[in-house]
């Protein structure tokens, strides 16, 4: 299995993974975070919904595309407030995330005879092809699916009212 279709495919699995991870929250956990200057799961969940469309899947059909053609501008970290993230709906973000996985992953299995090597210089972390923008989508993955077991561990622990220290340290 060459390294792309090993990345579409965990992509594929990591929907699934989601959907588990994200489905039926407690109420309260929703909006619930430890600190204020960490996002709460809808907040995350926000994010992973612009972050599939609006850079993952864009930036790699761009330098697919168009190899070299600047990416536009992107504020990930800004459309918490811009875009209210908190004023959001859970259930009609996680399903907009799930269908723009799912549009994701039906357009990457229907590329024919991509140039993964194909690349578009970003101004801070230099030339950036096509398998650099893929490999990093699925540890962008990675990265949320960490945080979202985290917080999640947090929230039990929050919850509970007891310490949850028998089943082992974080």
């Known amino acids: 299995m060459s390294i792309p279709a090993f990345i579409i495919s965990a992509l594929t699995r990591n929907r699934d993974v989601f959907s588990h991870l994200l489905a039926q929250p407690h109420p309260d956990q929703i909006q619930w975070s430890q ?73 990457l299995n229907g590329l024919r005879d991509p140039q993964w090597d194909n690349a578009t210089v970003h101004p801070r972390l230099g030339p950036m092809s096509g398998h650099f923008v893929l490999a990093n989508w699925l540890a962008h993955d990675h990265l949320h699916i960490r945080q979202i077991i985290r917080l999640q561990y947090d929230f039990l622990a929050h919850l509970s009212g007891t310490s949850i220290q028998y089943a082992g340290f974080w």
Not at 87 to 95: A, I, S
Request: proline share 7%; aromatic share 10%.
């Open 35 to 107: 600190d204020p200057t960490k996002w709460s799961l809808l907040q995350i969940v926000c994010h992973l919904r612009d972050e599939e469309s609006e850079d993952f899947r864009s930036r790699l059909r761009m330098v697919l595309d168009s190899p070299g053609v600047p990416f536009p501008g992107i504020n990930p970290t800004g459309w918490v407030v811009d875009r209210n993230y908190a004023g959001q709906d859970y259930t009609t973000v996680l399903r907009q995330f799930l269908q723009e996985r799912d549009d994701s992953i039906a357009w």
